[in-house]
């Protein structure tokens, strides 16, 4: 566990590299110090760990989620185990069925987002090796606190920083892979967290992540009401309207009783790609980049009509019989031989 890789962190709004001064070190690991980026962002160290949340002063959501979780901390392990035996699930089994999706091997370097008390996190760092690295960051202090605490001695390179879930403090493609799960429903903004796991992430790597959620077809169930009733974060809604234009093979899986969702993805790169300009065979012809593209005007329906008989005559597409229509006139009228 260590905190000795100032050179990985970016700031976490402009991106740019952080420059470490004041350091306190033991060894190679930095104990206190500040991290400022050329904008003037200043991000302390102490005990080790980066305070690197932004922005500095927190949508009020946000400050009620992290007044609540900081409340909650010292109980969370207690309760916690609640659930997933109410369900009867093993917890072990369903956590290491999440991690499963991240597709990790041995050197594998993941973050984990709002990574709690490290219920994950231990998993995680056993899948990774003396070669792996993981990131575990939190909004809260006093989870990260007992994260740290309980990886201390597991062995694993651990890099722990208390940081925003959607402001990451990382370069684009730093990580195999990203992984959160709970807390992500009430997050200030849900869309910008799922946009900076897919930039943080390599393309090809995978990210995971799950939450409550009731599904649409048990809301008005006993099972549904009595759950929602007790605990509001089931009436949250699926973030799929919230996944990045890069996400692909993406799957969703309902969870722990079947009210948690875990959505994972693999990062690829922009929009989708797919052929656009293969000829479609039949009447209407074009391509599927004409049809969209190459839309004119609407004409009156006795032209249209009339247009529909000529193509017929023809025996052309009407995407051939009214390019080439178009263009006969429009060279014609711009005084072009054609
Ligand atoms: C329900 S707990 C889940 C903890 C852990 N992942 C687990 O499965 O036990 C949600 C965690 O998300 C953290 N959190 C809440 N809002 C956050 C944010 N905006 N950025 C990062 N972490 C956040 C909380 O502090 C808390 O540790």
């Given amino acids: 566990m260590r ?58 959501v946000d400050r009620e989620a992290l007044q609540q979780y900081e409340e909650r901390a010292d109980a969370y392990d207690r309760y916690l185990p609640l659930t997933f035996s109410t369900y009867g699930e093993d917890e072990q089994s369903v956590r290491n069925a999440m991690i499963d999706k991240l597709d990790l091997h041995p050197g594998s370097v993941v973050l984990e987002t709002g990574a709690g008390t490290g219920r994950d996190s231990e998993i995680i ?37 208390l940081a925003n879930g959607y402001y990451l403090p990382f370069a684009e493609n730093s990580f195999d892979a990203c992984f959160h799960f709970g807390g992500i429903n009430a997050f200030g903004d849900i869309k910008r967290a799922f946009s900076e796991m897919a930039r943080v992430t390599k393309p090809g790597g995978k990210v995971v992540v799950g939450d409550e959620s009731m599904p649409p077809w048990l809301r008005e169930t006993e099972f549904g009401r009595i759950l929602m009733n007790s605990n509001p974060e089931f009436t949250y809604t699926l973030p799929l309207d919230k996944l990045p234009i890069e996400a692909r093979k993406t799957r969703l899986e309902w969870i722990i009783g079947g009210v948690f969702y875990v959505i994972d993805f693999v990062v690829g790169e922009g929009e989708p790609a797919a052929d656009f300009d293969f000829p479609i065979p039949g009447v209407r012809g074009g391509t599927h980049r004409t049809r969209f593209h190459g839309q004119l005007e609407g004409v009156t329906p006795e032209a249209r009509r009339l247009a529909y008989e000529a193509r017929a005559k023809t025996g052309k597409s009407m995407h051939q019989w009214l390019d080439d229509v178009v263009r006969q006139a429009a060279m014609r009228d711009i005084n072009l031989k054609d």
């Fill in 3 to 60: 905190f000795g890789e100032e050179n990985f962190y970016v700031d976490p709004v402009t991106l740019e590299s952080l420059t470490l001064s004041d350091a306190v070190r033991d060894g190679d690991e930095i104990i206190s110090g500040t991290l400022h980026s050329p904008s003037g962002h200043r991000f302390e160290i102490s005990d080790g760990v980066p305070d690197l949340i932004y922005p500095f002063e927190l949508p009020a």
């Fill in 125 to 161: 760092a056993r899948r990774l090796g003396a070669d792996g690295k993981l990131y575990v960051q939190d909004l809260s202090p006093s989870f990260l606190a007992k994260n740290i605490e309980r990886m201390r001695g597991k062995g694993a390179y651990l890099e722990p920083a």
